[in-house]
């Protein structure tokens, strides 16, 4: 890990903070700050800064790696100096009227990915007790960096499962071919479809749709233009139906669509719509195609027994001569 971009910036901020305190604390540097360090970009960042005197060192602030005072100071193999004015009088951290500066890296299975680091305008001598201790503190950011990190991971990876656990519901529910919903998640809704039907005494209505003359049609043009079929006849179910509405690719060329609160009347105006789509999508193709339609609505009988109802009035269309509207008409 190069640098804050990929974990919660905001919990290891809240995390470090009183860090910062106690090292201006305990050494009487006026300004302690943390960086991080992408060695991509070659670009280090202030993810946090806290000033105490007349130096200030701007939180989100950013430097090539090249012109750092960490850089500067780690190149001589320095970890504290109260002489920034002498040792490096052309350094960002000399313009800046610094006389001491300290810096420890923080490391994460050996790997540098930022610093801590404490500055003053005035000269601040640090013992090996002060070093030791903020070693310490460097020691704590990279624990807390790792738990973030890992925390950050896991919360990925649970992410990522929940996306394939998605993937494959929609896999497991939806026709490839048209992307409607296969006779399995069609029969699960459809069921609440019928209960809801029933105890909001609204009318239900179905309407079950197969490709005229679909076999010959693959038969003579290939299976890859028959599937063009199946799919234009997929787009115009998609296309004229209402978000309440619940389309269907029951298999091959047969398709079903349920209506909630629609008499036959009103999915026939929609089966009207969908032959003219398919007309006009179909030809494209080598030849025109046509769909036979038939319909059923609860106001027929018992909701349980649309679909019967349905595929009945679907026979009449086909027997009169096939690219038709039937409605299912009861003994």
């Not at 903070?17 to 009487?28: E, S």
């Not at 601040?124 to 950050?152: C, F, M, N, P, W």
């Not at 919903?181 to 197969?210: C, G, W």
Request: proline letters at 2%; one cysteine or more; hydrophobic letters at 40%.
């Amino acid at each position: 890990m190069n640098s804050l971009d990929v974990i919660e910036q905001d919990t290891f901020i809240s995390a470090a903070t009183p860090l910062l305190n106690l090292i201006t604390h305990i050494t009487g540097l006026k300004t302690s700050f943390i960086t991080t360090i992408d060695w991509q970009t070659q670009q280090q960042t202030v993810v946090i800064a806290q000033n105490t005197g007349s130096l200030h060192i701007e939180t989100g602030s950013q430097v090539a790696w090249t012109d750092s005072m960490c850089q500067l100071m780690l190149s001589e193999q320095l970890t504290a100096t109260t002489e920034i004015q002498l040792r490096f009088p052309n350094s960002g951290g000399a313009l800046q009227g610094m006389q001491s500066f300290v810096v420890l890296p923080i490391k994460i299975a050996d790997q540098m990915i930022g610093t801590l680091c404490g500055a003053s305008d005035d000269k601040v001598e640090l013992d090996v007790h002060h070093i030791k201790s903020l070693g310490y503190i460097a020691d704590a950011l990279a624990l807390q960096l790792k738990l973030t990190i890992d925390a950050r991971n896991a919360q990925a990876k649970v992410d990522s499962l929940r996306d394939q656990i998605e993937n494959l519901a929609t896999l497991a529910n939806t026709d490839p071919l048209t992307g409607l919903l296969n006779r399995r998640a069609f029969q699960h809704r459809y069921e609440f479809a019928i209960k809801l039907s029933k105890r909001t005494k609204q009318p239900l209505s179905v309407m079950m749709i197969d490709i005229d003359g679909f076999k010959q049609f693959n038969d003579e043009f290939g299976h890859e233009t028959g599937d063009a079929v199946i799919k234009i006849v997929g787009d115009g179910l998609k296309h004229i139906a209402r978000s309440t509405d619940i389309p269907c690719r029951v298999g091959g060329d047969e398709f079903i669509l349920a209506a909630l609160n629609t008499d036959s009347e009103g999915l026939t105006q929609l089966a009207e719509r969908l032959c003219e789509y398919v007309k006009q999508h179909s030809d494209k193709l080598q030849r025109s195609c046509s769909i036979s339609i038939g319909i059923a609505s609860s106001t027929h009988g018992a909701a349980e027994e649309l679909i019967r109802f349905a595929d009945e009035a679907l026979y009449m269309s086909k027997a009169g001569g096939r690219d038709a509207i039937s409605v299912y008409q009861p003994d």
